[in-house]
């Protein structure tokens, strides 16, 4: 379970692994007691299968059907120290309607709000991630294809704004104001807006920016890219003993 591990070793204020068989409410695995609670049970199933890449773990999605909100026991108060949304998603179908949002997380704070979430301009029309950070949108175009598994990262440093998908920086906004206000809404995995027919996976946030060697860990994790035998969450690589060139003494061991 190296993901696992790798995950946890982070510190996320909350991270959700969404393999429960019933019910409203998803345990918290970081260990912080910050249970997940999805509003709308009858727009979920259950014990679908996960999608990480060597973890038999068990992953949710949603029917299409209508809205639902999450939200947490301990929400963040400030995204002063910085802020990290991830996880992992797989949209099986494309919306049925017109325009439409599913949002992943969502907060507000004085007059701001600050979102993630798949979008879609119309019938047939491709996926989007839309993020909105302080009034200023960003669009990544064409690039959600439907029955493909992806891994989100979304960073605040307190300087840039940075999305990831699939360990590949799609956006880096400048943002050079702290985002100071004291927030109001902290939804996740849910808002006031259907969600599509997607898969999710694995979801965790956390209270600081991660780095870029951290992301790249995860995503090499989730992919199976990173394996470790023996089952450590970071295995240390030990340089290779020469015994005709060097002594154990010279290697320090």
């Known amino acids: 379970m190296a993901y696992r591990d790798t995950i946890?070793?982070?510190?996320?204020?909350?991270?959700?692994?969404?393999?429960?068989?019933?019910?409203?409410?998803?345990?918290?695995?970081?260990?912080?007691?910050?249970?997940?609670t999805l509003s709308?049970?009858?727009?979920?199933?259950?014990?679908?299968?996960?999608?990480l890449t060597g973890d038999t773990n068990k992953a949710i999605?949603?029917?299409?059907?209508?809205?639902?909100?999450?939200?947490v026991a301990s929400p963040p108060t400030t995204l002063t120290g910085g802020f990290?949304?991830?996880?992992?998603f797989n949209c099986t179908a494309l919306p049925g309607s017109g325009a439409q949002d599913g949002d992943f997380i969502y907060i507000t704070a004085?007059?701001?709000?600050?979102?993630?979430?798949?979008?879609?301009?119309?019938?047939?029309?491709?996926?989007?991630?839309?993020?909105?950070?302080?009034?200023?949108?960003?669009y990544i175009a064409g690039l959600i294809a439907t029955n493909t598994r992806y891994f989100l990262t979304v960073v605040y440093d307190t300087n840039y704004l940075d999305v990831y998908i699939d360990n590949v920086r799609q956006q880096h906004i400048a943002r050079t104001k702290?985002?100071?206000?004291?927030?109001?809404?902290?939804?996740?995995?849910?808002?006031?807006?259907?969600?599509?027919n997607t898969k999710m996976d694995?979801?965790?946030?956390?209270?600081?920016?991660?780095?870029?060697?951290?992301?790249?860990?995860?995503?090499?994790?989730?992919?199976?890219?990173?394996?470790?035998?023996k089952g450590d969450s970071r295995p240390i690589l030990r340089p290779k003993f020469n015994p005709t060139t060097q002594s154990i003494h010279r290697l320090g061991l």
């Open 8 to 36: 946890i070793a982070d510190s996320p204020a909350g991270y959700y692994r969404l393999d429960e068989s019933s019910g409203t409410a998803f345990a918290d695995s970081s260990g912080n007691s910050n249970t997940l």
């Open 40 to 51: 709308a049970a009858t727009m979920i199933s259950y014990l679908q299968s996960g999608l």
């Open 61 to 71: 999605s949603s029917n299409g059907s209508g809205p639902f909100t999450g939200t």
């Open 84 to 88: 990290t949304f991830e996880g992992w």
């Open 110 to 138: 004085g007059s701001y709000s600050f979102y993630v979430k798949l979008y879609s301009t119309g019938i047939g029309q491709p996926l989007q991630i839309r993020t909105s950070f302080n009034s200023a949108d960003a």
């Open 178 to 196: 702290n985002y100071s206000g004291t927030i109001t809404l902290f939804n996740f995995l849910g808002h006031a807006t259907r969600m599509y």
């Open 202 to 229: 694995e979801f965790a946030y956390y209270t600081r920016a991660l780095t870029t060697d951290e992301i790249a860990e995860h995503y090499g994790y989730g992919t199976g890219a990173l394996i470790d035998p």
